[in-house]
């Protein structure tokens, strides 16, 4: 079954640290996309990538940066994490114009 | 630009009920549409899709058909069950394209 996996599922961390959001496909997509999810504003796109060491920002980049050294690998970082990046990470993948798959989300909590 | 347009909710039935949850979207050309399902602590989950006018897209007893006269892509159900108690999100992407436009999602609960 193809997957996509996040290295963790809940994450605290403190304001001011430095975070990493790991996020692992096995598909050989071309694409992949981080999304944060907040209740009542839906799905926000941060970054997306569509090729390795190739990024994009979506619609809400401020704060974060994005490492793609392998098309298997797309990571999320925060550089100085705050509270208001409290929230729910979802990572995707896909083929180009096709429909994503996800992984499971990762819940970060920063205090 | 191009959007998605959901019912609002919470939408809360009891089992066994008929589900619909209204889709309408704004596109130039001819996207391909999607219904994404996301259960309770989990990620989304690809649920159907259509890629042309009239497709009709189906799955675990779900179905959606894409229609380009009203530009809506309406999910529907004849008999839900509690286990489908989730947040539905309609989307669209263009064919090639890298971007998916998600909608807002539309909550629904499912009575025992």
């Known amino acids: 079954d193809v997957k996509v996996t996040q290295s963790s599922r809940y994450l605290v961390k403190r304001t001011g640290e430095k975070v990493f959001l790991e996020c692992v496909q096995d598909?050989?997509?071309?694409?992949m996309f981080w999304y944060r999810q907040d209740p009542g504003l839906g799905l926000r796109l941060i970054y997306f990538s569509y090729d390795v060491k190739m990024k994009e920002k979506g619609d809400i980049p401020e704060g974060y940066s994005v490492s793609r050294e392998k098309k298997e690998r797309f990571s999320l970082i925060l550089e100085s994490a705050s509270t208001n990046q409290t929230s729910m990470y979802l990572c995707?993948?896909?083929?180009?114009?096709?429909?994503?798959?996800f992984g499971s989300g990762t819940r970060l909590t920063v205090v | 630009g191009d959007s998605v347009t959901q019912m609002e909710g919470p939408v809360t039935l009891s089992e066994e009920a008929f589900l619909t949850i209204n889709c309408t979207y704004t596109?130039?050309?001819?996207?391909?549409l999607f219904w994404y399902v996301q259960y309770p602590g989990e990620g989304l989950q690809l649920l159907l899709k259509?890629?042309?006018?009239?497709d009709k897209g189906s799955n675990k007893g779900f179905e959606a058909t894409y229609r380009k006269e009203t530009t809506s892509f309406h999910l529907e159900k004849g008999s839900v069950q509690v286990s489908d108690s989730a947040v539905y999100f309609c989307?669209?992407?263009?064919?090639?394209?890298?971007?998916?436009?998600f909608g807002a999602g539309t909550r629904l609960f499912v009575k025992a």
């Open positions: 989307a669209l992407i263009h064919t090639g394209g890298f971007k998916t436009i």
């Open positions: 598909m050989d997509h071309e694409n």
């Open positions: 259509a890629t042309k006018a009239d």
């Open positions: 995707a993948s896909t083929l180009k114009g096709y429909g994503y798959t």
């Open positions: 596109a130039t050309g001819y996207p391909s």
